[in-house]
């Protein structure tokens, strides 16, 4: 998780909101990604979207079985679908999002809705005050600058 907040504090340099993701299989890194929908004019291109494909194109298959995604924020419901899609057996996320969670803060994609043909184990909570204070910091000084 620490990888993944140094991730998330490089997309605030780059004005992305700080949101930051490793996918990792065996004790191995084998993909990161930050947020860039801004920088990418990508709105698909959530820091879970990034790393999941930073993964599939080093692994040479878009399934990522046994595999463990660290994401500094809950996933949001486009987030969870790749994750349901791509097979990644467990999620482990900071801060939650009470505005558009899907792993039980607003939606219960993952891990509870049974229609899925696939069952994401999920943790969250890991690094909670230092992922939610960058996401904080981030917004602060956003509201900051459009009052100036």
Known sequence: MQHALMLAARAEQLGEVPVGAVVVRQGRVIGEGWNQPIGGHDPTAHAEIV???????????????????????????????????????????????????????VFDLLPTDG????????????????????LQDFFRRKRIKSKA
């Open 51 to 105: 790393a999941l494909r930073d993964a599939a194109k080093k692994e040479r298959n878009y399934r990522l079985p046994d595999s463990t995604l660290y994401v500094t924020l809950e996933p949001c419901p486009m987030c969870a679908g790749a994750i349901v899609h791509a097979r990644v057996k467990r999620v482990v996320y900071g801060a939650a999002d009470p505005k558009g969670g899907a792993a039980g803060s």
């Open 115 to 134: 229609r899925f043909n696939h069952r994401v184990d999920v943790e969250g909570g890991l690094m909670r005050e230092q992922s939610a204070k960058l």
